[in-house]
């Protein structure tokens, strides 16, 4: 009967951890980033504000959560990362990146959560970055810099371009308006032309570091 009534609590704790992370994902993207009060949120779960408090700690930790659950490369692990890579990692990264530019283009959350990153400084968006870094160092350490060696602070300043420009173009298409350089990035043909563009950069990227080296 014990371990009954503790399984109904631990259930009955993750239910209410879902719908307070819900309801921080729907105040973002109706009323900003300025209605991320605890208040508004536990009204918004449709539950005890104490909660928040008893299963998180605080304001704080909940955003750290939710942030930590809506970001792409916080999340590179597990099943996603292939038990053998023997090319340096260039069929993962192209993989993952073409990933990341789905996934921000279809989570609007995210979306404001990259927005909000670039507007105003909270710890728990200090943290995504540091998770992020995190993730990226493992990736650098274990799979790239095996490969490139040398070249490797060459590897990160292409990366970083790469990733920080595809955050830019679905940002950009989702603010000011769907045609960047031409390209109609709502539209598959569109969206298929960056892709393209991403494993044509990568491919030269790996093909060169193997002529320099």
């Known amino acids: 009967m014990k371990e009954q009534k503790n399984t109904t609590s631990l259930r009955n704790k993750e239910e209410s951890k879902k719908k307070f992370l819900r309801a921080v994902g729907q105040i973002i993207t109706t009323k900003g980033f300025s209605g991320l ?8 779960a449709k539950l005890d504000k ?15 959560e939710y942030v930590q659950q809506q970001d792409f490369w916080s999340n590179v692990k ?3 990362v292939p038990e053998t890579i023997d090319d340096g990692g260039k069929t993962f990264v192209t993989k993952m990146l073409t ?30 970055a540091e998770e992020q870094e995190k993730s990226g160092e493992m990736l650098f350490e274990h799979i790239i810099a095996p490969h490139f060696g040398e ?10 371009i790469i990733v920080a420009g595809l ?6 298409t989702e603010v000011n308006g769907t045609i960047f350089c031409g390209i109609d990035l709502t ?22 570091a193997q002529i320099i080296r």
């Open 37 to 44: 009060k605890v208040n508004h949120i536990a009204a918004k």
């Open 50 to 64: 104490k909660l928040i408090y008893r299963y998180f700690g605080g304001l704080n930790q909940l955003l750290d």
């Open 78 to 80: 597990g099943n996603k």
């Open 99 to 128: 990933e990341q530019f789905d996934y921000v283009f279809q989570n609007k959350e995210f979306q404001k959560v990259l927005l909000w990153r670039l507007s105003e400084e909270r710890p728990s968006l200090q943290k995504l």
């Open 151 to 160: 070249l490797t602070n060459l590897y990160r300043g292409i990366a970083a």
């Open 167 to 172: 955050y830019y173009l679905n940002l950009s």
């Open 187 to 208: 539209s598959e043909t569109g969206r298929n032309q960056i892709k393209d563009a991403i494993k044509f950069m990568l491919e030269k990227t790996y093909n060169e």
